[in-house]
């Protein structure tokens, strides 16, 4: 196989003139080949969002909580945005899991389950705007992803719906068939894309314990862990999605991830000023 | 307000649970098209050969289609090379290369469209996955394009920025969903070798393996996305794959009726 001819400007006929490539460092490679992989990786990627934060508030942990959790919240995120540029975004909680009871016993496949799922996020994005509208909450829909710099620096507040958009090509997990990629993992990944100064899981625990403390009363607190170590440790339990942790072990900007209690007033303000509070989990 | 009452006996569970199956999930998972079969067309491989490799196999998958329901899926290509290795250059990170990928094999897919239209070719915007059994009901062919719609999801690439699910990943998960009959790939090759049979031209051709084995070999070069490889480990339905070559005239006719004509990969 011989790239022959230059055809034009940067265009290339094999031999025969039975295809015309375009001359790149990857023509005419599988792209599977190991050294060529290898010699993708690179530590200057560039910097997307680096001076805004993502913050995303639990499902379960805060948003069916009702008012009595978000009130308070709204009212400190409101006040957080005079000094700190963030974007927002919401899991799905107990409606999601209905979602997923039902649709197993249904018999429907993960890449299903995935694509019935995100409307419940869907809705609490929806809410979470209506509370904030009035203060600037703008809710920013997956394909307007590429104004936010307009409205971070017009001082909104901008609202995402996290679910990541993997839908019916959601990754049958190893046992059962929870899809894998759930709005933890979708708010990560966006932290991590637009390398954002930093990725906070506002739930209702003071962050990462050694079992579900809900469940297990003699769980410990770990304030600091590094993920290598937290797989090791292999809790029976974890307050994030598991994707997340296997993204972080990979990922090349956002590096560690924060999970704070934001039933305790004051947690936010003071994580988003980059004060150690709660958990972090660290590459 | 306590949290979450819609009570039940997984109240409290948070589904990050190590390893465990959640929600009595023990019953068999439905097939949603368990008669379509996935066929993946290769960009470069095939696509990129213009009139030549394309037109004689719109013939044959034209001659099919009163026995076989078919999707049609497509990869990107030398466009797609082209665009990764300037985003590359750029600093971009993979979810944007993602996102890059994706319309390379949207502007195939569009480009099958138009050669398939007057034979009932219809594109398939990943919204309209619901009316895939109308236009299969009504003798269509459907053509997606082959990216995954993950996009800015991209995970991370484990060791470079290449995204690891591209298209023939998104089209073995459209077979996997779908619980389809067969997952195809046609390529320009006979199927897959333990080298680029394009670089080493006396590269060992393999017809038959299985996933554990080529997991094994950790073979350098691989005619098929590694994430596909990894995929079919825990798939429920499409527990095996076909590479055939779309270049020789009624291979893909007989991988259709079930013939092994290139390499089946099986994770059995």
Request: glycine letters at 8%.
């Amino acid at each position: 196989m011989k790239a022959t001819a230059a055809a034009s400007n940067g265009l290339v006929w094999e031999e025969m003139r039975s295809r015309l490539h375009i001359r790149s460092r990857f023509m005419m490679e599988s792209l599977q080949d190991k050294a060529l992989i290898r010699s993708t990786y690179t530590d200057d990627e560039i910097k997307v969002l680096p001076d805004t934060h993502l913050i995303h508030l639990g499902g379960i942990s805060i948003m069916d909580r009702g008012r009595a959790a978000l009130a308070p919240l709204v009212e400190e995120i409101v006040e957080a945005r005079k000094a700190h540029q963030f974007v927002l975004s919401v899991g799905g909680g107990v409606r999601e899991r209905h979602t997923y009871a039902l649709g197993i016993d249904l018999g429907l496949p993960t890449g299903g389950l995935a694509s019935v799922a995100w409307m419940v996020c869907e809705q609490n994005a929806v809410m979470l705007f209506n509370l904030l509208a009035q203060h600037r909450g703008i809710q920013v829909p997956y394909l307007h992803f590429e104004m936010l710099p307009i409205y971070l620096r017009e001082g909104s507040i901008p609202i995402v719906m996290p679910m990541p958009s993997y839908f019916f090509w959601d990754t049958p997990p190893r046992r059962g068939r929870i899809p894998p990629h759930r709005p933890d993992t979708g708010a990560y990944l966006l932290s991590e894309v637009w390398s954002m100064r930093s990725c906070l899981f506002v739930k209702d625990e003071n962050g990462l314990y050694s079992d579900n403390p809900k469940k297990n009363s003699r769980a410990e607190f770990i304030p600091r862990i590094s993920v290598a170590d937290l797989l090791k440790l292999d809790p029976p339990d974890l307050p994030i999605e598991r994707s997340v942790l296997e993204i972080l072990q990979v990922a090349r900007n956002r590096t560690e991830i924060r999970i704070i209690n934001g039933l305790k007033p004051g947690t936010l303000s003071r994580a988003l000023a980059g004060e150690d509070v709660g958990s972090t989990i660290h590459q | 307000m306590k949290p979450g009452k819609v009570e039940s006996s997984y109240s409290g569970q948070t589904l990050n649970e190590r390893d465990v199956i959640h929600f009595d999930d023990t019953g068999d998972e439905i097939e949603i098209l368990p008669s379509v079969h996935v066929i993946k067309i290769g960009g470069q491989s095939i696509m990129d050969r213009g009139k030549a490799a394309v037109y004689p196999l719109i013939e044959e998958i034209v001659a099919n289609k009163p026995r076989h329901k078919m999707i049609l899926g497509t990869g990107g290509g030398t466009r797609s090379r082209h665009v990764y290795s300037i985003a590359m250059d750029l600093g971009m990170p993979t979810g944007v290369i993602a996102r890059l990928g994706s319309l390379v094999s949207h502007q195939n897919a569009k480009i099958l469209h138009m050669l398939l239209c007057k034979h009932g070719g219809v594109f398939l915007l990943r919204d309209n996955f619901e009316h895939l059994a109308l236009y299969l009901n009504a003798g269509c062919i459907p053509i997606i394009e082959g990216m995954p719609p993950y996009e800015i999801y991209e995970r991370p690439a484990r060791g470079g920025r290449i995204p690891e699910s591209r298209t023939d990943t998104g089209i073995y998960l459209l077979g996997e969903v779908l619980g389809a009959r067969s997952v195809i790939f046609v390529k320009d090759e006979d199927g897959l070798f333990a080298e680029d049979p394009k670089k080493n031209p006396r590269a060992e051709f393999i017809p038959k393996i299985s996933v554990a084995e080529l997991l094994e070999r950790d073979l350098n070069d691989l005619m098929v996305e590694r994430k596909v490889i990894e995929l079919m480990q825990t798939a429920r339905h499409v527990r095996q794959i076909q590479l055939v070559n779309g270049l020789k005239a009624g291979n893909l006719s007989r991988a259709l009726d079930g013939e092994h004509v290139g390499t089946i990969i099986h994770a059995d």
